[in-house]
């Protein structure tokens, strides 16, 4: 299994829900990441977890809640969000983030809708 | 702070012609450089890397690199687009001693049969 995959495809939520999104991947990849894509603009990292430990934050409003229940798992918990969250979340994984020769994959992400 | 730059926006070529999109970054120490493609409604995939040694790096579909260290460049070529090249390239880097990827505001091509 060479891939990581991202549920839901698309979700549409009121400012006031929680959801989360999921991902996953089986390469025994040890470092996970959350990225947020605005349509025409390039990947932002919003999270790293590094052996399921967070090891990057970037400033990122408390309304997102990172998880790595283990190391083939990270969700995106979302609460009262704001319309202008409306983004692709993308996850990607990499084999060894202490490994300098290191590529990251991506999943094909979630498209978030926020009315 | 670490930036990449990338200067064509939008690019529109027919089938056929060559390819050169332009990737510059600020960052003095030892970088990783990769250049990802983002087809239409698909994901992100990696179309090369350069990580060290020869600066001219080959990747999938015919498409190479070359790293200018003294030019802080890392420019994605290729001899002779086709159609199916119509995608979003983003270049990214990376500095040595982080697991930050930082990418370009991305190039469009747009390839005519």
């Known amino acids: 299994d060479t891939e990581v995959t991202q549920t839901p495809k698309h979700l549409v939520m009121g400012m006031t829900n929680k959801k989360s999104l999921k991902c996953e991947q089986h390469?025994?990849?040890?470092?996970m990441y959350w990225y947020k894509q605005k349509a025409k603009k390039p990947p932002e990292l919003m999270f790293v977890?590094?052996?399921?430990?967070?090891?990057i934050n970037e400033s990122v409003p408390s309304r997102f809640s990172p998880e790595c229940p283990n190391s083939s798992l990270l969700n995106l918990h979302l609460h009262a969000l704001q319309p202008e969250d409306s983004a692709l979340y993308l996850c990607?994984?990499?084999?060894?983030?202490?490994?300098?020769?290191?590529?990251?994959?991506f999943g094909p992400g979630t498209r978030l809708t926020v009315l | 702070a670490q930036s990449v730059s990338q200067h064509n926006h939008h690019v529109i070529l027919s089938e056929a012609a060559s390819l050169e999109l332009g990737c510059n970054y600020s960052?003095?120490?030892?970088?990783?450089l990769f250049w990802y493609v983002q087809y239409p409604g698909q994901h992100l995939q990696l179309l090369l890397k350069?990580?060290?040694?020869?600066?001219l790096v080959k990747g999938i579909k015919g498409f190479e690199a070359e790293f200018i260290k003294s030019k802080f460049s890392f420019n994605l070529r290729k001899p002779s687009v086709q159609w199916s090249d119509t995608a979003e390239y983003f270049c990214?880097?990376?500095?040595?001693?982080?697991?930050?990827?930082?990418f370009g505001t991305g190039t469009r091509l747009q390839v005519f049969p």
């Open positions: 990607a994984s990499s084999q060894d983030p202490q490994n300098s020769y290191n590529e990251q994959f």
């Open positions: 390469m025994g990849h040890r470092a």
């Open positions: 977890y590094s052996y399921e430990k967070l090891s």
């Open positions: 960052y003095g120490g030892t970088v990783n």
């Open positions: 350069y990580f060290s040694g020869d600066p």
């Open positions: 990214a880097v990376r500095s040595y001693n982080t697991d930050k990827l930082i």
